[in-house]
Every structure is written in C-alpha cells, then in structure tokens.
C-alpha cells in the first residue's frame, strides 16, 4: 500500500505521482461503475464514465486541494459521477432515444441505490484498513490472524504450520483486531 | 507512427511471426529473420515513454556493456535506435502451446505457466531460484539492479529460467524515478522514504515472486495463503523464506543475494540468528530517536500544541525578565544595563517562587566587607544552611522532624490526622559530641548598640541591671551564626520571676509577586525558666513552627532536671548547638536537648517580674562549627564537666 491515508493519497495524486494516480484508479473504479449502473448507463458509458471521471480528476490535480470542512470526499466523488453522468446522458440525447432527462434519471435514483453506495464505500474502507494492515504488522501475523480467523483453523494447527507457540495464535488475533479497528477509527476520523 | 498492434515497417530485417505481449510503451513480437531463426523483439516507442525513453534506453546500454553472457539472464542480440521507436530483439521464450509455428504463441513465463498450471512444487521452485539467484548475482556484480523482477518477467528458455525485460535495469547510483510493478516494490519506496534503488529491491521482489510461485496466489495476497498450500511438503520453509525476504521492517529483511540462498537451501543456522538480534537492537536503540522524531512531527502538525507551547515559552520568559529585574535591583542597583551573571542568575533561579521554598539573601556573615558590599545570591533555605554549614546530615536540614500518621487501627482503618513529632533526643551529661566543634567568638559584652534593652536599663561597673518592671524583652540585635553558642551570665539573687529564652528565626527575604503578612510569625524555640530566690525551675521547652500562631506551640522536650539550687552568685546559661540540637545548660548541667536543631535565628530574653530586678554580667555568642578536614582553629568547644546532682533541689558537688 503506497499511502497511508486517502488524504495522502489525494495529495499524491496532486503531486502528480504515478503509483499515486494508479492506486487511485484502482480504488475508485468499482464505486464508479456501481454509480453509473445506478444511473442506468449501460457498460460502454460505464467505463466512459470511468474514463471522464479520471480524466476530470486529472485535469483538477494539481489544484484540488481536499477541505474536510466543506465535506466528505465520497460525497464530492459522488457529484463529481453524478455531473459526469448527466454529461454522457446529454451526449446520448444527440444520438439516440433517451430513457429520460439526465434531471429525471437523477431524481430517480433509489434509496437502496444510495445504500450500496454507502456499502460499497464501507468495503473500500475495510479494504484499505486491511492493505494498511500489511504494513503495520509483521507478515507471521498476518498469516495466523488469517489461518485461524478466515479460515478457522484451530489454534494449534496454526501454530504448527507457522511455527509458533498456540499462545501466540491468540494474541496475534487480538493484536489484528486492535489495530483494524484503530486504522478503520482514523479512516473514519478523516471523513472522507 | 506505428501503434502497437502493428509490427513497424521500418524494420526490414526481421519478419514477425505473431505478437507475444502488450504494454504500455510498446510491444513484443515473436519475430524470425532470414535464416529463420526465432527471436523475441520488444519496440519501444519513445514519444509514449516521453523524455524516459532514454532510461530505458540507457539501460540497455549498461546491460550490453556492463555484464557478460550468463545463462540466466536473457541474452540481447541487437539493439536499433529509429526516430520514433528504438528496439532490440532478444532470446524468445519456449512456447506453453503445443503448436509452436502457429499464432497460438504463448511465452513461457513464471506468470503464464502459473496461470496454466497448479502452483510449484518446492522442489521445482528451490531448483529455478537457486539458477534466477545465480543471473540475479551476476547483475549485482555488475553494478546493476533488475528493478522490475516479477513473474512475468522469468521466462524459460529451453527449459532455463532467466530474468528477462532489462528495460528498467539502472546502476545502484542512479536517483530514478519509481518503476516496476506495484506489488514488487518495497513499501519505503512506494511512500518515497528511499529513492536510490539498491539490490534490496530485487530480493524483496524476488521474495513476493517466490511467494507467487509456491502459492500460486497473486502477489496483492501476499502474505495470505490457503492453508493446503503450507501443508504441501516444503512450503513451510520457503513461506518463511517469503516471509523473510519481504519483512515489513526494511532492516529485518534479508540483505543479499547470499542469505536468500542459504535460506533457500534451509542452511542458515544461527550465525544469520545472531545477526537479526543485532539489526533488532540497532531497531531498539534507533526506537527513541524514532519517537523524538515522532513528537517533534506530532508538535508541528498541530497548531494548538505550538500556540501552547509558545504561550508556556512566553510566560518562561516572563518569569526569567522578572527574576531578572529583582537580581539587578539587588546586585547592580546603581547600575543601568544588564549584566551577564544576573542574567545567568535569573535563568537559573525564575522557578524559586514556585518553589515552595523560603528564599534568602545569602552572604558570608562573618566577613563584614562581603555582608555589604560582597556576593550576594538568592537561595533557598535548604541551600542557605547547607552553604553556611557544609557537612550537614541532611536530616538535620529538616530540623529533625518525623511525620506520623494516625493510627490507622483507631480511626477504621483511615488515616485521620498527620501529627507532626519532634522527638526528645537522648543527651545526658554523659553524651559526647560528635565530632570536633569549634569555638570562635563572635561578640561579647553586655553594653553595646547590638542590644535592645528596655528602658530603665542601668549599667554600673560592667553590670547591666534590668529594670524591675513587670515585663521585658532584652534583644540581641544581630543574627546568630547558623551554629552558635551562647552563653549568658546573670544573677537571680533577688529576681523572683519567669525567664525566658527565644531563640526566633531569620526574617524572610521578601519575594515579588509573594504577599508578605502583616504579623509575620517565625519559627521559635523558647525554654523556659522561674526563679524564687535561690531556686530555678525549669519548664518544658516549646516550640512554634513556621506560621503558626501562639496557641499552637508544641512542647518538645521536658527539662533533663528538675530544678537546680543557686550555687554562686552569677549563673552561666549555655545555649549550645551540638549533635543536630539544642542543649542548654545551667551551671554545667544540662538541662534542655530538643529537636528541631534551630539554625541560625535571633537570641532574646523576656521576663517576668515579680520581685527585684535582674542583673547580667556577661554575654557572649560563640560561632560553633564541625572541623573541616585540614583546618586549623585553636580554640575548641570544651563540654561542661560532668556533676552529679544530689537530687531535685539538692546542691550539686564537684
């Protein structure tokens, strides 16, 4: 994991940086296909949308400046796909028939809509808690937390495939926990 | 120019057979030239790599120059530079697909062979790194770094692996900007902590490849694994080696080439043990400077912590200007300016009112040029007596006194009270003294302005004669040495009355800022006496501590005797300070020894009348010290004789 924070992230990605711009594409990607398919385009302008959204990003880079007092990221992510959408939606009206105004589409957007938003938003955050994770823990952690946690081995198997005391399998589950929550406490606290 | 799905036609000696892979600045083609011979030929078009062109470029040069034939590490045939796009063709990979003539040409990399097939058993795995170590050392040797080893770039030749696409190959000097594969990088790289590429990177890039190649896991899984890989025979060991290899701890992880084999081959013994120990402590000894880092960076970060921060600096600052003034006032006064060692003075002495101490001028009282016109310093009172009486046990700086707590049983097990205990010492006549004292006298004489007497006083033939009215204070004016002596001549022949000795401590400097109380009350230690004719009783003596008032005098010490019948005439009363306290004696006999010490303070004698008046015809005030090794004084303290007493009221007998 190259950043920390999304707000490091977002700074780096003003900066310039390529890794930067990668794992920002890779991060925000499936939220904004999953906006486009709540604003029913279909899988073409989905990734048009993607493209625009990116492209939108990188021509504001250099000076967006991210202010948590004016709102949270997400929210400002989401008007950003919302404008974009209504951008592709106009250019379709030129071309084609249209299911309706780009106005209508948005008025119209369910509130389960809105919830997977928030859910997919949600598993990005675990996501990047757990990447966060890799970095603050030592590798033999991490194995254990999974081998005895995801893949609910016992205690003593763990132990025994990685070489350490059965003890230890428990504390290092306590010690993951700990810090997940810690790292999803401070993902939080950054509002974005 | 050409796209990349299109071979370039400016390349006339080599006729393509089918595109084997895609990338961003470029492509590779699978290419035969005109005998038919089978090469891999990779175009890079420079306006997609923009100015980077010439890195990759360069890189190629040192690969070329810089390092010779070695079997695993791909082999380059030639090297064209066009206007648009430079290329090079290079060893092709065997094919995956049965087929080779054919368009279904699949390379034979890590990668594509990980994707066909179930990942590596440990035994193929130790066998192809233990050869990808060999070419990967032989470029290290060279001066070079890889910078981009990954699955997709092994590929098997003939059934050899070698480290294939040399495009990002640098020497170890060269500041680059990141490149590579993202999961391949080490995370300090990724965050830019470390910018100079090193041979770490390929071995931590080795170690995820590694970890790709047992597992079969992508490497963003890393260090996840399903649990029927790690029981397949063999793979504990080489997870660890993965483990080993990518620790997130970048000083923990394994340094060379070297230790990857040895760990590889499961023959690191504990030599390479000793060696993590060390890097640990060098990790632990780092920890503070670490964590200096830290706070300084948690300060700047937040603005709060500054303004308080530069608001507490302020008030220190304050506090130092304030201290500075007074010491000016006291030491310069005549003086504009600030001088250097008030200034030191000052820093050093700010915190004093905060201090909970009392603070005094401090000068040498028995030099009389130095008690006026000499150094005089602030201190406090611990320093004061401690300056004046070098040697002092400390307990005798708290003046002897012990804290009790009540009785926890009495009160339900609650400490009710704090009861403040001044212990009677245990001094008979018999005790000898400590150590040598010293005997020099200070003043002697019983007219002199140094007295305060009360009026009617009369002197006749070196005898003063107090006025024999109901009550009176005779005082010595000057301040007593901090151990001192002194001894007191009177006659009680025809006084009937109460005597008392005060001996009150020094007045405080007054402090700025302090209040000072309108009645300030000192500590003070009385012993008191009655005298009927040819008789003197002795009463407890008392003691007043600092600030308290009248009725809260403590009696500390009952008289050693009862009463003492008049001898001669005159009377010698000795208040000494000997043994960390008081004693006082009568004609040689003791008759007071009480806690707390007393340094110091103010001698004064209040009476009581009765009948007839008193009359005194010596004083005098001894300066009484502990010998210092080396110094030289005639005069010592002689103690009083031993007597034997008949009995309370008895006469005594030599």
Known sequence: ?192 | MSSNCEFPAQIHSYRPICRSGTGAFGAVWLVKDAVGKRYALKVVYKLSLGSDWKREFHGLEHYQNQVTAHPNLIRIFHIEDAPDFFFYTMECADNLCAEFDTELYQPATLANRLRREPPLSATEVREMFDQLLDGLEHLHEAGLVHRDVKPDNIVFVNGVPKLGDIGLVSTTSQTLSLAGTRDFIPPEYLTGQKKLPNQEIDIYALGKTLFCAFSGQEPDRYPLLPRSILKEPGKKQLNDLAKRACAVEPLMRLKTIREFRLFLHGRAGWGYEFIRLFRGLYLLLRFPVVLVCLAIRFLISRKWILILLGLLILGWLGMVLKALVRLEKVYHPYEYGIHADTLKLAFSTWHLPFSGHDLYDFYKKDDFSLKHYGERRLVTREEYLRAKNFGIPSQSLDMGLEIEIGDPEEAGGKVVSRKIVYPTPDVTQDTPLDGEYLHELCFRGVRSPEWSVPSGTEWQGGVMTLPAVRRGVLKFQEELPLRSEIRLSFDPSDFCGTLEFYLTAAEYVPVAGRPVPETQIRRQLRFRMRSTGGLLVFEPALYREQDRTEDELAEIGDPKTGAVEREERFCELRILFADHCRRVYLNGTLVWATFPAFFGGFFEMRYRSEAGSLRINDFAVYDTGIVQPGEKRESRLSLPARRELRGSGGREEE
């Open chain 1, 1 to 192: 994991m190259a950043f920390t924070t999304r707000g490091s992230l977002l700074s780096a990605v003003g900066r310039g940086d390529e890794v930067a711009w990668d794992e920002f594409y890779r991060m925000y990607k499936p939220l904004i296909l999953l906006r486009g398919g709540d604003l029913r385009l279909n899988q073409t302008e989905k990734e048009e949308l993607v493209q625009l959204v990116m492209l939108s990003f990188f021509h504001t880079a250099k000076t967006f400046r991210y202010d948590r007092s004016r709102g949270r990221f997400r929210d400002y992510l989401k008007r950003v796909i919302q404008n974009k959408a209504c951008d592709l939606m106009r250019k379709r009206q030129d071309n084609t028939v249209s299911v309706g105004l780009p106005d209508e589409v948005l008025g119209g957007i369910p509130a389960e809509a809105e919830d997977r938003w928030e859910d997919e938003w949600r598993k990005l955050v675990l996501n990047q808690a757990f990447e966060e994770l890799k970095l603050r823990c030592s590798p033999t952690t991490l194995q254990s937390y999974d081998l005895f946690v995801r893949q609910q081995l016992p205690a003593k198997e763990v132990a025994k495939l990685l070489s350490i005391r059965p003890n230890a399998v428990y504390q290092h589950k306590a010690r993951v926990e700990e810090m997940l929550r810690q790292i999803v406490r401070e993902l939080d606290e950054q509002q974005l």
